[in-house]
C-alpha cells in the first residue's frame, strides 16, 4: 500500500511540476508580448506627435477657399479619432493583463494562453487600424498642401522701370521677357483670377514707395490688357506695398552699409525687391 501511495504521489508532482513549468513558458511569452505592445505604442505615440506638427504647420485657408476648409475639417476630424483610438491602447493593455493575471491565477495553461493569443490578435487589429488611419490623415495633409499650393504667390522680377516712375524700360531685354512669362501665367487657364501686388526698392519715402507700386503695377496690368489681350476680369485688385515686403535685405540709401556694398551689388539686391507679385485668387483647377 505504500509503495502504490508513493507512486500516486510521485505522478502528482510530476504533473504539477508540469504545469508549473507550462505556466512559466506562457508566462515568458506574456512578457515578451507586453514589451512588444509597450515598443509598438511608443512608436505609435511617436507617429502621432509628427502628425500633429505636421497639422500645425499647415497654412490656414482663408474663408474665400471652401475647398481648403473642408479638407482642413477632414484633417482635424482624422487626426481626433486617429488621437482617441491611440488613447484606448493603453487600458487595452491594462485590461489584457487583469485577464492574464486572472488565468494564471487558476494553474490552467489552457486559460492564460487563450487570453495570450486573444490579446495578441486584438493588438495586432488595433495597431493596423492605427497605421491605417495615420495614413488616412497623412494622405489628408499631402492633399491640403497640394491644394493650397495652387494659391502660393509668385514673384515676377526683372522688371525694370525708369527710376521713380512707372514707364518700363523696353531697351531692358528681361523686362520683356519677365512680361511675357506674366503674360503666360495668366493665360494658364480661362479661371484663374488674381490680386497684382507691386513692390519697389527702399531708395524713397515709404509714402512715395508705396504709391509708385501701385503706380507700377497698374502699368503692368494695363500692358497685360492693351498688349497681350489678357481680360480685365481676371484681374480682381490692385495694390502696392512699396518696400515694407522687401524678397532681400537692402540697406538703407547712402547708409555705410549701402557704401560698402559697391553700385553693382547695391543695385542686384534693388532689382530683386523691384517686383510684382501675383496671388491667385481663384487658382487654376488642380
Request: net charge positive; charged share 25%; hydrophobic share 40%.
Amino acid at each position: 500500500m505504500k509503495r502504490k501511495t508513493s507512486w500516486v504521489t510521485g505522478l502528482c508532482l510530476v504533473a504539477l511540476l508540469a504545469c508549473s513549468e507550462d505556466l512559466g513558458l506562457v508566462t515568458a511569452a506574456w512578457n515578451r508580448l507586453l514589451q512588444t505592445m509597450n515598443a509598438k505604442i511608443g512608436a505609435l505615440k511617436g507617429q502621432y506627435a509628427n502628425l500633429q506638427a505636421s497639422v500645425k504647420a499647415l497654412p490656414p485657408a482663408p474663408d474665400s477657399d471652401a475647398a481648403g476648409k473642408g479638407l482642413r475639417a477632414k484633417i482635424d476630424q482624422a487626426l481626433a479619432a486617429h488621437g482617441q483610438s491611440l488613447g484606448a491602447l493603453g487600458p487595452f493593455v491594462s485590461t489584457a493583463q487583469s485577464s492574464f493575471d486572472e488565468a494564471v491565477k487558476t494553474g490552467k495553461v489552457a486559460s492564460a494562453q487563450k487570453v495570450l493569443d486573444d490579446t495578441t490578435a486584438r493588438f495586432d487589429q488595433l495597431s493596423a487600424s492605427l497605421t491605417a488611419s495615420a495614413t488616412t490623415v497623412t494622405g489628408f495633409i499631402d492633399q491640403y498642401r497640394k491644394h493650397r499650393a495652387r494659391f502660393a504667390d509668385t514673384d515676377f522680377t526683372d522688371l525694370d522701370f525708369k527710376p521713380a516712375s512707372a514707364k518700363f524700360l523696353f531697351d531692358h531685354p528681361t523686362s520683356k521677357a519677365t512680361l511675357a512669362k506674366l503674360t503666360s501665367y495668366m493665360k494658364s487657364c480661362p479661371e484663374l483670377v488674381v490680386d497684382v501686388v507691386g513692390h519697389t526698392s527702399n531708395e524713397g519715402s515709404d509714402a512715395t514707395n508705396v504709391a509708385l507700386s501701385v503706380q507700377r503695377a497698374k502699368a503692368v496690368v494695363k500692358h497685360l490688357g492693351t498688349k497681350d489681350g489678357v481680360e480685365a476680369k481676371k484681374f480682381r485688385q490692385i495694390t502696392g506695398v512699396g518696400a515694407r515686403e522687401n524678397v532681400v535685405p537692402e540697406p538703407a540709401p547712402r547708409s555705410p552699409e549701402a557704401k560698402a556694398m559697391g553700385a553693382k551689388a547695391l543695385e542686384d539686391i534693388r532689382r530683386k525687391n523691384r517686383r510684382i507679385t501675383v496671388h491667385p485668387v481663384t487658382p487654376c483647377p488642380g
